[in-house]
Each structure stands twice: as C-alpha cells, then as structure tokens.
C-alpha cells in the first residue's frame, strides 16, 4: 500500500513565476497598444451636417465660363475646344440625371436617353445634333466655323437652362 503523504503547503506564484507575469504584463500592454492605435484610425462621427452640394447646372455654368474664357474659338483649337465643350454636357447630364454619361460612347448615350424620360423629344433632337457635332470637330476633322463654335455653346447653355432645378 503507497504511503500518504501530507498536503504541500501553498505555491507563492509570485515568487517562483515572477517572470511568466512580466510576460504577460508586456504582452497586454502590446495589445493595448494596438487596440488603442485601430481605435483611433476608426472613423468618428460627423458631427457637422453635411454640407449640400451645388447644383449640377451651376457648376456646368461655371465650367462654360471657365471654357469661354480660354478663348480657344480665337486661338482655332476647334478639337480641343469641343473636347471640353461636349465633355461638360456630358458630366452636367450624369450629374443631373444619374446618367453615366462620360462612359458611353455618343450611340450608346442617346439610347440610353431614348428609354429614360430625362429629356423631352425636342431636347434630345438639339443633344444628339450637339454631340454629332461634337464628334465630328473630335474623330472626323471636321472644321467648324467659329459661328457654329458660338452657337454650340449657347445650345449647351440652352439645354442646361432648360433641364436645371432651382
């Protein structure tokens, strides 16, 4: 029959362990270290409203100025001139429309419009004459003449003024 033995008297973990807990000690500070630093990546609560955008035919009008006032009719950058010209239709009426507009090429845009009652049928008429135009001065080396420069950018003002919101 095995001897009994007595009951060994309490461990002082501090002690004889003194190093398992400055291990664990530097370990719990290292992770809150990296907690605390994801913390404050976290994005925090905006507690200003946002402010409302401007309008899509105000920033449009702004971009026309801009255009107008590179003179680039006087200076015969045509292509260049309806490059911009056509590219600021097209992003007024994503905008405006949620029409993505910039992406599609001038068929595919004036399709998708045909679906969509964005636009009346007289607007569209004057859009897809402006962006046949526009076409033309950019891939076909079309030289328009100053007069139909000016009058395709006052068809853009039109539609734009027609089709904005207060």
């Known amino acids: 029959m095995p ?3 007595d009951v060994l008297p309490p461990i002082d973990l501090f ?3 003194w190093w398992v807990w400055v291990v664990l000690a530097v370990a ?3 992770a809150m270290y990296f907690v605390f630093k994801k913390w404050r990546k976290l994005p925090k609560a905006n507690i200003e409203p946002p402010q409302p955008s401007r309008p899509a035919w105000e920033i449009a009008f702004e971009r026309l100025a801009d255009l107008t006032a590179r003179k680039l009719i006087d200076k015969g950058e045509f292509k260049e001139y309806y490059i911009v010209l056509s590219g600021i239709v097209r992003k007024y009426i994503e905008d405006r429309f949620d029409i993505k507009a910039p992406e599609m090429t001038t068929e595919e845009f004036l399709k998708s419009l045909q679906g ?8 569209k008429d004057i859009l897809k004459a402006f962006l046949n135009l526009c076409d033309m001065v950019k891939f076909a080396k079309y ?3 100053k007069q139909e420069s ?3 950018l006052a068809l853009s003002y039109g539609l734009i003024n027609a089709t904005k919101t207060s």
Request: charged share 25%.
């Open 143 to 145: 030289g328009p003449t």
């Open 28 to 30: 719990l500070a290292v």
């Open 15 to 17: 002690d004889i362990y």
């Open 116 to 123: 969509s009652g964005v636009l009346d049928d007289a607007q």
């Open 3 to 5: 001897e009994i033995r």
């Open 150 to 152: 000016e009058q395709s």
